[in-house]
């Protein structure tokens, strides 16, 4: 059973960072993926980043250049580095992560990621 579980949420003013958390325990799969998400109240699900077990990542555009997302093997944990956060970037964040092999936009598909944190809650205030 692939256990997945977030922190590092928390309340920061426009400019600010926040690290976020994931750790990923509990599985044998050969390759996982891991993927970071976000919800704002009345949106959709929408991806922000993800990273291959090889290191590779991938970013959507309003992250790219502002997140970070990495990786410590033995630790088996998944970082999201947010710098310059904006009150756009208010939403829960939510870790996922999947075995399967993706390409381009599938990174960012929610429904393809079959395990899930219970989210960690970003606010950023102006």
């Known amino acids: 059973q692939v256990r997945v579980v977030e922190s590092g949420g928390g309340s920061v003013q426009s400019g600010g960072s926040l690290r976020l958390s994931c750790d990923v325990s509990?599985?044998?799969?050969?390759?996982?993926?891991v993927g970071w998400f976000r919800q704002a109240p009345g949106k959709e699900r929408e991806g922000v980043a993800a990273?291959?077990?090889?290191?590779?990542?991938f970013y959507t555009d309003s992250a790219e250049g502002r997140f970070t997302i990495s990786q410590d093997n033995v630790k088996n944990t998944v970082y999201l580095q947010m710098n310059s956060l904006k009150p756009d970037d208010t939403a829960m964040y939510y870790c996922?992560?999947?075995?399967?092999?993706?390409?381009?936009?599938?990174?960012?598909?929610?429904?393809?990621?079959?395990?899930w944190g219970q989210g960690t809650q970003v606010a950023v205030s102006t």
């Open positions: 996922a992560a999947d075995p399967a092999h993706f390409l381009g936009d599938q990174y960012f598909d929610s429904t393809l990621f079959g395990f």
């Open positions: 509990g599985h044998t799969y050969n390759h996982l993926v």
């Open positions: 990273i291959e077990d090889d290191g590779r990542t």
